[in-house]
C-alpha cells in the first residue's frame, strides 16, 4: 500500500512525555487558521462581537476615574462647610449638580457595561453555535473522504475521537482570544494612568505575575499531556457506557449478567482516571496558590506606597482610590492576561488535533485525469496476481490472486471464513488498493477511473449492513441517495427484494420509522432487516452487484429464494454472491473456491463436485445437515 504524504502522517505520540516549550509556541499557528474560520463562520457576529468588546474595553478606567472625581467633588463639598437641613434645600442651592451629574455619568456607563456584555454573550453564543455546527459539517465531509484504512486504525481513530471532541469543547477559546484582546486595550488604559504616577509600579507589578504566568503554563502542558494519553481509555469508557445501556446489547447483558463486569469495567477506568486527574488538580492547587501569592505582595507593596504619597500630601483621596483602583484592577488583567495566554497556548495544543485530522490525506483517490468509466462494461475485471494484507497485519488476506469476473457473469465465492471473500469485495470497490498486482476493468486499471463513478456502478450490501434509524423508505432510499425521494423507485427496489411485505406489515408503511432508538420506531428481526437492506442494492442502476452474505439471517429457503430472485434480476449485470450456503450459490454461472487467500478451484457446481476437491466435501458435509 502507497505510503502517507509526510505532511499528512500522524504526528508522534507524546504519551510518555508533556509538549516542550518549542511544541507549546509551535501550537500558536493554529490561531489564525482558528480565527479565520470563525471569521467565516460569520462576519456580521465576529464584528459586532469584536467592535463591542472595543467599545467596552475602556469602560473600566473611564468608571474608575469618573469615581475619583466623585470622591474628590464630595471631599470639596465637606470642607465648605454646607449646613443643608434637608436634601430639597441641597438641590436647591444648585451646589450638588456637578456631584449628581457625576454620579448619573458613572450610573450610564455601569449600565452600558452590562448592556454591551449581554449583547457580547449573545453575539458569542450564535456564533459559537454557527462554528461548532460548520465544524462539525467540516470534520463529517473530510472524514468521509478518508480510506476505510483510517477507520480501522486504533491510531487515526483516537485521532478522529480527539478532533471529534475539539468541535464542541473549542468555542471558549474564540471568547478568550476576544476577551484577551479586550483586556488589553484595557490594560493600556490603565497603564498610561499609571504612568503618569508612579512608572516603576507597573514594572514592580509584571515581575511579580511572571511565577504565576510560568507555573500556569507548566499545567496546562501537563493537562494536554494527560488528555492525549487517555484518549484509547475515553474510548473505552464510552464503548462501555454505550455496551451497557443499549438496545443492540440489551438481550445478552441480562441473559448473560454482564451489567456487573460492564459496571465494574466503567468504575476501573473511571477510577484511574480520576485519580490522575486529581492528583494534577491538586499540584496545580498548591502550586498556584504559591505563586500567586507573589503577586498579591506586589499589589500591597504599591498600594503601601500609594497610601504613604498621599498622606505626604502628593495624591488627593481621589487619587488614592484611583490609583488603588487602577492598581489592583491592572494586576487582575496582567495576571489574567498572562494566565490566558498560558491557555491559549494549551488550548492551541488541543486545536492541534483538530487541523492535524484535517491534513490526514486519503490514498485511495481519483486520478488527475481519469478515463471514462465504460457503459456498458464490455469484458469485465481481471485480477492479476493481486496480493494484499491489512495495515498492521504480517498474514496476505489474498495473494497471488488471478482469476476473471466477465461482464454479465454472476460469480460465487464460497470458502471458510477468512478465505479472502470479503476482502475481494474490498478492492473490487477500491475501499482498498492492492499491495501487489492490478485489477483491470476491460482493460484498464481500476486506478486509472474515478473513484466515484466506479462506486456509483457497483451495489454492494455486506453481511455487517447499516441498521439506520431511519424510516423505512429511508432505509431503502440511501442506496441511491439522490433518488431518496423518488417513492415509485423505492417502491420497485422492495418489491425486487422481497421486502414489501415488511414494509406493508409497519403501521405506517414506507414512512415508518425503524429500530428501537427512538420512540416511535418499530423494531424488526434480523431477517426483516436483510431484507430492507437488499431493497438497497435495487435502488442503484449499478452494473456490478455484490451481495456479501447478506442473508446470514435468512432460513435456507428464504436465502434461496432471495438469490434466485438476484439471478432472475441480474440480466445483463455482472453480480457477484457470496454465501456460506452451498445449495444456494449453485444457481451462479461460476463458482470460485477461496482457501487461504488464493482461488483453488473454479468452476460450476456441477463440475466442481465432480472434481471431488474441497468444495464437494464441504457441500457433502452441509447437506448431511438436512438430511
Request: cysteine-free.
Amino acid at each position: 500500500m502507497n505510503a502517507r504524504p509526510s505532511d499528512a502522517a500522524p504526528k508522534p505520540s507524546r504519551a510518555d512525555s508533556r509538549p516542550s516549550l518549542r511544541e507549546r509556541f509551535d501550537a500558536m499557528r493554529n490561531l489564525p487558521p482558528f480565527l479565520k474560520q470563525i471569521w467565516a463562520t460569520s462576519p456580521a457576529l465576529s464584528i459586532t462581537s469584536i467592535g463591542l468588546r472595543l467599545v467596552r474595553a475602556f469602560l473600566p478606567i473611564l468608571t474608575l476615574y469618573v469615581g475619583k472625581l466623585i470622591i474628590d467633588e464630595a471631599i470639596r463639598l465637606v470642607g465648605l462647610g454646607l449646613d443643608f437641613d434637608s436634601l430639597g434645600e441641597a438641590w436647591r442651592s444648585g451646589l450638588l449638580n456637578h456631584l449628581l451629574w457625576l454620579l448619573a455619568l458613572e450610573f450610564g456607563l455601569a449600565i452600558l457595561s452590562d448592556l454591551l456584555g449581554r449583547i457580547v454573550s449573545y453575539a458569542d453564543g450564535l456564533l459559537s453555535e454557527l462554528f461548532t455546527n460548520a465544524t462539525s459539517v467540516r470534520l463529517m465531509e473530510h472524514a468521509a473522504t478518508l480510506d476505510l484504512e483510517d477507520f480501522e486504525d486504533p491510531d487515526l481513530q483516537d485521532k478522529l475521537d480527539r478532533a471529534r471532541r475539539q468541535t464542541m469543547g473549542r468555542m471558549n477559546l474564540m471568547g478568550q482570544l476576544f476577551g484577551q484582546a479586550q483586556d488589553m486595550i484595557t490594560v493600556v488604559s490603565f497603564a498610561i494612568g499609571l504612568l503618569v504616577y508612579a512608572p516603576w509600579l507597573i514594572l514592580l507589578l509584571a515581575i511579580a505575575l511572571i511565577p504565576a504566568f510560568v507555573g500556569e503554563s507548566h499545567f496546562n502542558a501537563l493537562g494536554y499531556s494527560l488528555n492525549f494519553q487517555w484518549t484509547p481509555e475515553r474510548r473505552q469508557l464510552e464503548y462501555v457506557r454505550q455496551t451497557g445501556a443499549s438496545v443492540e446489547t440489551a438481550k445478552e447483558v441480562k441473559i448473560f449478567n454482564l451489567h456487573r463486569f460492564l459496571i465494574e469495567r466503567y468504575r476501573t477506568l473511571a477510577q484511574k482516571f480520576f485519580v490522575a486527574n486529581r492528583a494534577l488538580a491538586r499540584k496545580r492547587a498548591i502550586w498556584g496558590t504559591l505563586l500567586a501569592a507573589l503577586g498579591t505582595l506586589g499589589y500591597y507593596v504599591a498600594y503601601g506606597y500609594i497610601a504613604w504619597r498621599t498622606v505626604k500630601g502628593d495624591f488627593t483621596i481621589g487619587d488614592l482610590t484611583f490609583l488603588a483602583g487602577s492598581f489592583r484592577r491592572l494586576r487582575q488583567l496582567l495576571e489574567s492576561l498572562l494566565i490566558g495566554f498560558s491557555q491559549v497556548a494549551g488550548q492551541a495544543l488541543y486545536l492541534d488535533d483538530l487541523f492535524s485530522f484535517f491534513e490526514i490525506e486519503p490514498e485511495i483517490k481519483s486520478p488527475e485525469n481519469p478515463v471514462p468509466f465504460p457503459k456498458p462494461i464490455a469484458r469485465g475485471f481481471v485480477f492479476e496476481d493481486v496480493g494484499f494484507r491489512y495495515p498492521g497485519a504480517e498474514r496476505w488476506a489474498v495473494r497471488h490472486m488471478d482469476f476473471e469476473l466477465r461482464a454479465g457473469e454472476v460469480l460465487a465465492l464460497v470458502g471458510e471464513n477468512g478465505a479472502g471473500k470479503t476482502t475481494l469485495v474490498k478492492l473490487l470497490a477500491r475501499l482498498y488498493d492492492p499491495d501487489e498486482g492490478r485489477i483491470l476493468l476491460d482493460g484498464r486499471d481500476l486506478r486509472d477511473y474515478d473513484i466515484d463513478a466506479l462506486r456509483a456502478n457497483i451495489g454492494v450490501i455486506f453481511q455487517d449492513f447499516v441498521r439506520y434509524h431511519l424510516t423505512a423508505g429511508e432505509n431503502i432510499g440511501v442506496g441511491q441517495i439522490d433518488r431518496m425521494d423518488d417513492r415509485a423507485r423505492i417502491e420497485d427496489a422492495a418489491r425486487r427484494a422481497m421486502a414489501d411485505e415488511v414494509v406493508d406489515s409497519l403501521p405506517n408503511g414506507y414512512d415508518q420509522l425503524i429500530g428501537r432508538r427512538f420512540k416511535t420506531g418499530v423494531d424488526l428481526s434480523g431477517g426483516q432487516w436483510q431484507k430492507i437492506a437488499i431493497a438497497r442494492a435495487y435502488m442503484r442502476d449499478a452494473q456490478v452487484m455484490i451481495l456479501d452474505e447478506p442473508t446470514a439471517a435468512l432460513d435456507a429457503r428464504s436465502e434461496f429464494e432471495v438469490f434466485q430472485r438476484f439471478k432472475e434480476l441480474s440480466d445483463d449485470r455482472t453480480a457477484v454472491l457470496i454465501s456460506h450456503r452451498f445449495s444456494s450459490v449453485r444457481m451462479a454461472d461460476r463458482i470460485l473456491v477461496l482457501a487461504e487467500g488464493k482461488v483453488e478451484a473454479s468452476g460450476t457446481h456441477e463440475q466442481l463436485m465432480a472434481q471431488g476437491g474441497r468444495y464437494a466435501e464441504l457441500f457433502e458435509l452441509q447437506a448431511a445437515g438436512y438430511r
